[in-house]
């Protein structure tokens, strides 16, 4: 196996971040191995982390991947690896699979999760770096996003031994700052204010970071350079509301309400959000967003 200074990195392309889009071709159903289930509405069964999905095939592919959510599915439905499983596959452990391999199996299900976590750093920064509000701090975020790829080009120890949390905390401090800047104009556009913080048209608050909206009805709010991140809007009426340019990192969207709701440049909006939410033909997404296809329309 390659040493790390050896080891060549997988291309990062910041317009379209193809490598941090899932391809699970490439893949050796890691998603599927793995990781935990537990039997809610996301899963019909239990299942231990390294203990294959009893709907995994020998090619590594999902023998009930069209029925997924009628058969009790739904949480592989909205899961993201942000392109970590054809890395850990293809990359760090060079195409050498468990099955074939066994002995690369443990090790293999403890990096998946970790190079998981810093695919999804990489999504954020990335995206960061595209706003033209990041330029008085584009250079701490460049190093960053170098930083992060760093420690994603490692052996299997090294990735499985990094210390995420703590890199993610370093990370957060620059995503917070993009936030502020992102949202300043939209913000600096709505000179209403209450009682709880900044509100927009309709009376809606702007400053909601982790609040419990389960349930909320917000039916076309002005939530424009809302700070959303961290909020609990599980079955949230967002209906026909202006989300623009709101930060949702971290957002609970299941079952979300945003038929007709306009999300255009949302700030670290990723796809599993959308996925877990309700939308139409209507719904505004960014570009880097596809539209799921349980959707319904208009």
Known sequence: ???????????????????????????????????????????????????????????????????????????????????????????????????????????????????????????????????????PIAADLERALAETERLATGTPDAVAGTDVAGHRQNVNLLLLRTSELVRAEHLGQDRGRGKGGKRGKGGAKKDRRGADLIGARLRGADLKGADLRGSYLIGADLSDADLRAADLIGADLRDTDLRGADLTGALFLTQSQVNAAKGDDRTKLSGSLNRPGHWSQA
């Not at 392309?13 to 889009?21: K, Q, S, V």
């Not at 299942?47 to 090619?59: E, I, M, V």
């Not at 090790?107 to 998981?116: A, D, K, N, S, Y």
């Open 1 to 135: 196996m390659a040493s790390e200074r050896d080891r060549v990195a997988l291309p990062l392309l910041e317009d379209d971040r193809a490598a941090l889009r899932a391809d699970c071709g490439s893949c050796f159903g890691l998603c599927c191995v793995a990781l935990t289930f537990s039997a809610s509405s996301d899963f019909p069964v239990n299942k231990d982390a390294g203990k294959p999905c009893t709907n995994l095939q020998a090619d590594f592919r999902c023998g009930i991947h069209r029925d997924l959510r009628d058969k009790g599915y739904r949480g592989c439905t909205v899961y993201d690896c942000f392109g970590a499983g054809q890395r850990v596959s293809q990359g760090t452990f060079e195409g050498r699979d468990w099955r074939r391999d066994p002995a690369t199996a443990r090790q293999m299900f403890e990096v998946f999760p970790v190079m998981r976590q810093l695919h999804e750093l990489l999504w954020y920064l990335t995206e960061a770096l595209s706003f033209p509000q990041t330029r």
